[in-house]
C-alpha cells in the first residue's frame, strides 16, 4: 500500500488508539503511559548496568561471546501495549506508527544516556530479505533509525552495513537456542566500511538467556 494512498485512508478513517480505541491517533496521550520503560541494564543477566553495557562475566556465557556486543539499549518492556504496537507495525505495514514510535524516543526518561550512547556512530538497520520486505511494504528498523538520527545533539551516520541474502524463519516463533542456527549465513556484510561504533538496529530484544 503507497503512503499516499494510507494518507487519504488516514484522512477517510482517522487511526484509534491502538488500546482504547480513541480516535485521532495511534497511540493517544493517555496510553502512552503504559509503556515502561526500560532502565539501564546488562542485556543477559538484568542487572543494572552503566551505559546499558553488557557486563564482561556475562559476555563469556553460552555463545554471547562469538556475537561481540559491548551493549544492548533495550527502551521499553515487552508489555501488552507494545506487543499491540509492534503487531501493527511489523506484521500489519501499519507504517505510520512510525511517527508515534518517534515521540515516545522523544519522551523517554532515559533520552540523555541513549543519545550518549548511541553519539559519534555508525547506525545500520537489520535488513529483510526481500521477499519479506515487499510482503511489509517497508523495514521497520529503517523507520526507527530515522527517529534516532533526528535527535539533537545526536551524530550518526545511517548506513546498509549489511544485506539480508536469506529468507530464515521469523526469529520470534522460535526458541532461543534454534535463534542463531537459523540466521547463520543469512546476512552478507559490506567490508568496505570500517568504524569503532556500530549500531545495529532493530524492533525486538529477545535472544538474552
Known amino acids: ?42 542485556f543477559l543477566c538484568r542487572n543494572i548496568s552503566n551505559n546499558y553495557t553488557i557486563h564482561k562475566k556475562c559476555a563469556t556465557k553460552k555463545n554471547f561471546a562469538k556475537i561481540r556486543t559491548e551493549r544492548s539499549i533495550v527502551c521499553w518492556r515487552y508489555n501488552s501495549i507494545g506487543k499491540k504496537l509492534l503487531s501493527r507495525f511489523k506484521y500489519k505495514g501499519v507504517e505510520e506508527i512510525s511517527h508515534s514510535i518517534n515521540e515516545l524516543i522523544k519522551q523517554h ?15 545500520a538497520p537489520v535488513p529483510l530479505h526481500f521477499i519479506r520486505q515487499n510482503e511489509r511494504g517497508f523495514n521497520q528498523a529503517e523507520r526507527i533509525i530515522e527517529a534516532l538520527s533526528g535527535l539533537e545533539g545526536v551524530n550518526v551516520e545511517p548506513i546498509d552495513l549489511f544485506k539480508r541474502v536469506q529468507n530464515t524463519e521469523k526469529q520470534s516463533c522460535l526458541p532461543y537456542f534454534e535463534r ?13 566500511i570500517k568504524a569503532n561504533n556500530i549500531v545495529a538496529n532493530s524492533t525486538i530484544a529477545t535472544s538474552n538467556d
Open 109 to 123: 526518561p532515559n533520552l540523555g544516556l541513549i543519545k550518549e550512547s548511541i553519539n559519534n556512530s555508525i547506525i
Open 1 to 42: 500500500m503507497s503512503t499516499l494512498y494510507r494518507k487519504l485512508l488516514n484522512i477517510i478513517i482517522p487511526p484509534e488508539c491502538i488500546m482504547c480505541g480513541k480516535t485521532g491517533s495511534w497511540i493517544c496521550k493517555n496510553c502512552t503511559n503504559l509503556f515502561e520503560p526500560a532502565i539501564p541494564e546488562c
Open 180 to 192: 542463531l542456527n537459523n540466521i547463520a549465513g543469512a546476512f552478507k556484510l559490506n567490508d568496505s
